[in-house]
Nanobody
Framework: QVQLVESGGGLVQAGGSLRLSCAAS???????MAWFRQRPGKEREFVAA????????AYADSVKGRFTISRVNAKNTMYLQMNSLQPDDTAVYYC????????????????WGQGTQVTVSS
């Protein structure tokens, strides 16, 4: 079993920054970790993912150049640095893990956190 706990969400003005964290416990060795988000009235969507060794990363087009994913395996923690936030980034952000490589489909991920709310005001 894997437990995931997100933190770092909050209210920020457009153009601001936030850093989300996802703390994992349980068996996560060599797991790929990812961030998804669910905007109001929309389906959950892929944001970014990172492999165990951090040698491979992927981003949704909508966040490229603004968001940076990273992880510290010694702390079992993944991060999402979000810069130049816009109101359209308002969403509940979820972390997820899978035992294989990067994937962007929700169904490919085995474990999920409860989510953290990010609200960007204009």
């Amino acid at each position: 079993q894997v437990q995931l706990v997100e933190s770092g969400g909050g209210l920020v003005q457009a153009g601001g920054s936030l850093r989300l964290s996802c703390a994992a416990s349980g068996r996560t060795f060599r797991y790929t970790m990812a961030w998804f988000r669910q905007r109001p009235g929309k389906e959950r969507e892929f944001v970014a993912a990172i492999t165990w060794s951090s040698d491979n990363q992927a981003y949704a087009d909508s966040v490229k150049g603004r968001f940076t994913i990273s992880r510290v395996n010694a702390k079992n923690t993944m991060y999402l640095q979000m810069n130049s936030l816009q109101p359209d980034d308002t969403a509940v952000y979820y972390c997820a893990v899978r035992p294989l490589g990067i994937a962007q489909d929700i169904v490919e991920y085995n474990y999920w956190g409860q989510g953290t709310q990010v609200t960007v005001s204009s």
